[in-house]
């Protein structure tokens, strides 16, 4: 567990599928203990829905306290039956939260949430899921850009489903303009990977010290996309 003078934070990015699994299996148990496994002090959480929902028993803040985190909901859509949106589940309690529209006329609604950490350093985290059309994305990259460039942490994390899946997209040129290189291990379709779709990016770019996919018998099966993990020094050496 990352403590406030820690060196070192493990972030992870999850889409979790509304729960449901490859075996078209509603079950958040099945989904906490891929969460366990990843060990991260911060884990974004996309496709989150509250109870009501079919096999979901209980609230997200009830699921998490179960591990050990606090938990941040960012709704983007409310359902007949249950709330939608992301989710950023942490160790440590964060000390500023802000929650942001990624809208875009005619499409499905999405948002961001983004929280301040003080680490060693100050730590800023955005959790995100991005449109599914590549206009739609490069609006909303936009949107982010401009709350990146807000303030001055020691250090910007992107979280989140970015949905895009072109190697040489416009918006992997943005990111890779705005992040620098960062590796994109491919999480989608969880059973036989082949787009890197869920994505971390870190500035300064220098502070990513790893980063892969958690791909594990269980991971496969319990959502359609793995998980992404990465470790980040948040102290400068």
Not at 169 to 184: E, Y
Not at 193 to 218: K, Q
Request: net charge positive; hydrophobic share 40%; with cysteine.
């Amino acid at each position: 567990m990352t403590s406030p003078g820690a060196q070192h934070l493990r972030v992870a990015t999850y889409n979790i599928h509304s729960w449901q699994g490859a075996d078209n299996t509603a079950d958040p148990q099945r989904i906490l203990r891929v969460i366990t496994a990843l060990n991260a002090d911060v884990i974004a959480l996309q496709e989150v829905v509250s109870p009501n929902a079919a096999g979901v028993p209980c609230s997200l803040t009830e699921l998490a306290q179960e591990l050990g985190y606090h938990a941040i909901f960012g709704q983007t859509m409310l359902r007949p039956d249950t709330r939608y949106g992301n989710a950023l589940l942490s160790r440590q309690k964060p000390q500023i939260v802000k929650h942001h529209s990624l809208a875009i006329h005619g499409r499905e609604p999405r948002g961001v949430i983004e929280a301040t950490f003080a680490f060693a350093g100050t730590v800023r985290i955005f959790a995100t899921h991005l449109g599914l059309s590549a206009r739609e994305r490069s609006a909303q990259f936009t949107k982010l850009y401009t709350l990146f460039q807000r303030g001055a942490p020691e250090v910007n994390i992107l979280l989140g489903d970015l949905n895009d899946w072109f190697p040489l997209s416009p918006l992997r040129r943005r990111l890779r303009l705005a992040f620098g290189h960062a590796p994109a291990p491919r999480t989608f379709p969880a059973r036989c990977p082949l787009f890197a779709l869920d994505r971390i990016h870190v500035t300064p770019a220098g502070r990513l010290r790893h980063l892969a996919r958690h791909n594990t018998p269980e991971a496969k099966v319990a959502s359609d996309h793995l998980p992404l993990v990465a470790d980040i020094q948040v102290e400068e050496s």
